[in-house]
């Protein structure tokens, strides 16, 4: 089972930042937060990733509470492009590498 | 250059028959993993190898028997199609570790009449 919470669905003007949260409160001390997006049925793509650090790379930043147990990704100024299911995403130990999906985050970017 | 490939992108098949689908990575990973996504677009992992090993195996029916001939490439065969085997197919690779990032190829989309 995912170890992540997050709502079904959110909107964001195009221009706008898009702050999706995550909850991962059974988080442990070494596993990391990744998030993934799905753009219409292609296959997901990897986003960003942190373990407790704030991170940010030129697609977005990811800031994650201090006791871990939950985190935001941001998109500084969303596009219509952006328009995706948002993947938050505890990456486990010793279980292969393997992604544990739950369901996501369906943002849409109107204009 | 495609990091992660697939081929085919779609197949239509009857019931019954057998079908593969193959996968090819050139980013030098050591691990590579089958997902299924259903109709309900529920990603789940299927399969994983390490080094042309089985690592992972998530209870998925012994019709589906993955193939890797070297790191590069995991083909995923399936045996006696069954309706409800429609789904979109994504292969990955990566490294294993937690703090490795995996790399998702475009899907390869199965419809069993």
């Known amino acids: 089972d995912a170890k992540t919470t997050q709502p079904p669905s959110m909107d964001c003007a195009e221009g706008r930042a898009a702050n999706l949260p995550c909850n991962h409160s059974?988080?442990?001390?070494?596993?990391?937060v990744y998030w993934y997006r799905q753009i219409h049925s292609q296959g997901p793509q990897y986003i960003i990733h942190g373990l407790k650090n704030n991170e940010t790379n030129e697609m977005a930043s990811l800031i994650i509470t201090e006791d871990r147990k939950s985190s935001t990704l941001i998109l500084p100024h969303a596009t219509l492009r952006d328009t995706a299911v948002y993947y938050c995403i505890v990456r486990v130990n010793n279980q292969g590498g393997k992604l544990i999906f739950g369901q996501g985050t369906e943002l849409s970017v109107k204009p | 250059d495609t990091a992660v490939s697939q081929t085919p992108k779609y197949l239509v098949t009857q019931m019954g028959n057998d079908k593969s689908i193959k996968c090819e990575q050139n980013?030098?990973?050591?691990?590579m993993y089958w997902y299924k996504q259903d109709s309900k677009k529920f990603l789940k992992i299927m399969f994983s190898?390490?080094?042309?090993?089985?690592?992972i195996n998530e209870t998925v029916p012994n019709r589906f028997s993955p193939k890797s001939p070297d790191k590069a490439h995991l083909n995923l065969h399936i045996n006696s199609l069954e309706l409800g085997d429609s789904a979109v197919y994504f292969c990955?690779?990566?490294?294993?570790?937690?703090?490795?990032?995996?790399?998702f190829g475009p899907g390869t989309r199965l419809t069993v009449l």
């Open positions: 059974t988080i442990s001390g070494n596993e990391y």
């Open positions: 980013l030098g990973h050591d691990t």
């Open positions: 190898y390490n080094n042309k090993e089985l690592i």
């Open positions: 990955a690779s990566g490294l294993a570790g937690v703090a490795d990032t995996q790399y």
